[in-house]
């Protein structure tokens, strides 16, 4: 063996053990960045897997959804969404862009579902107040008075001017039903811009994924069983995905304990715009699985308002969605493309194969 | 033929190389094992301890958190689960949540900004990654 060729010989050793080194630097590095929130009057927990800059964009992500509480918040004195509540009835309200833009795609939602879908719900949200602890059935006249004020085409909006305007004194935006998939999507956005290759959001019960698990197989997410104190039970089904998003709308979240136990009737937080009382469509939950989080937001709600039967058709109707819908008798009725993608958890439910032919 | 003093350099640098790859290959793949009940107060960990074990049957712990704008949670940690027990927050929803038991799921109390959860694998590995409610 002649000297030159040694040197080769050294040399390419040399590097191959460089490159194998970097490597595994590179994906040792791939590591888990977490972060819990109390934002958007939930918990929201960030799990994001890569590298340095993983976890610096999870820092932005956590940021902006800060600032999307600041401007969406229905509790924060400042926010847009308190500032154009107190100007209902007197004047139009300069809001920030992203305010515009979800309130813009909320008054979208209540046209296609013919104000199943309103925005402007606060009145009734506010008298009821289920969070609060001294929360009680108001009378109907109480009702009646607020319904008057749930009107999502009252809502005037000037896009040059960025303002919005309620046309009545009374008049109240709450956008919980979507604020918190816009911020899904705001989050997702910034880590996929960043790189990032494998993340498992979770906002207020709101499960946003990227990707798949860090070693390539497909999330599994629960879904929380409606009855889960009755039945012991933690999740009804659970379902395997990748980079997509799984909302659920449900009645046990938040609703009033003492009034259920006395009349066996659950006055829950998902009110119906049309009848100003909490929705009794007949379903315990409803989930929607899709690409955005904001549209999932949105139309969980309106699926546990219709019902399975209108709710499915309307869904449908809107885009390329699944959806599965819990009856009070424990029947989970599903769309056609989550024919073999639910998997069964709990025998206490009934997964209804869905009828041919109909998505 | 002799090895130039160049390529002895080499080599040890090899050696070295490969071991220190070894040594962070090893401590990546240690995070499998204990399963832990953690207690998160506004965002940092301030109790950590081990889910009981089937050795530990009927041990019972009960923690008291006081929450950080004031008021308490008692969470209880047995071998049957976790599960908070009392609390002075304005809806209770807390106490109202099912136990917990395995690796991936919470129990939040949001007006105390108090998070309990169980973290590591256990023996059924990832039975889901999270739950949507």
Known sequence: MNISL????????LLITLLTFLVGCATGNTREHNRDLFALDTVITLRVFGGRSAGKALDKAAERIREIEDHMSATL??????????????????????????????????????????????????????????????????????????????????????????????????????????????????????????????????????????????????????????????????????????????????????????????????????????????????????????????????????????????????????????????????????????????????????????? | MKPRIGDVFVYIFIILLVGLSFIGLKSMGNHEGKVLVQVESDGSIIESVEMSGPEAEGSVRELRIDAVDGGYNIVRISADGVEIIDADCPDRLCVYSPSIKNPGQSIVCIPHKLIVRITGRGPDKGIVDDTAS
């Open chain 1, 6 to 13: 040694r040197r080769i010989l050294s040399l390419n050793l």
């Open chain 1, 77 to 359: 004195e400042d926010s847009d969404v308190s500032r154009i509540n107190r100007a209902a009835g007197k004047e139009p309200v300069k809001v920030h862009e992203d305010t515009l833009f979800v309130i813009k795609r909320a008054l979208n939602y209540g046209e296609l579902t013919g104000g199943v879908f309103d925005i402007t719900i606060g009145p009734i949200v506010n008298l009821w107040d289920i969070k609060s602890e001294k929360a009680s059935i108001p009378d109907e006249d109480q009702i009646e008075d607020k319904l008057a004020l749930v009107d999502y085409r009252k809502v005037r909006i000037d896009e040059e001017n960025m303002t919005v305007f309620l046309e009545e004194e009374g008049m109240a935006v709450d956008l919980g039903a979507i604020a918190k998939g816009y911020a899904a999507d705001e989050a997702t956005r910034i880590l996929r811009e960043a790189g990032v290759k494998s993340a498992l959001l979770n906002l207020g019960g709101n499960v946003i994924t990227i990707g798949g698990k860090p070693d390539g197989s497909p999330w599994r997410v629960g879904l929380q069983d409606p009855r889960s104190q009755e039945t012991g039970q933690n999740h009804f089904a659970i379902v395997e995905v990748k980079g997509a998003t799984v909302v659920s709308s449900g009645d046990y979240e938040r609703y009033m304990v003492d009034i259920y136990e006395r009349t066996g009737e659950r006055y829950h937080h998902i009110f119906d715009p049309r009848t100003g009382y909490p929705a009794q469509s007949g379903l315990m939950v409803s989930t929607i699985i899709s690409a955005s989080s904001m549209d999932a937001d949105a139309l969980s709600t309106i699926l546990f308002i219709m019902g399975h039967e209108d709710g499915f058709k309307a869904i449908e109707e809107l885009g390329n969605f699944e959806a599965i819908a819990v009856s009070l008798d424990k029947d989970v009725y599903i769309t056609e493309g989550l024919k073999d993608g639910l998997i069964p958890s709990n025998d206490l439910y009934n997964i209804i194969e869905p009828e041919a032919g109909r998505k």
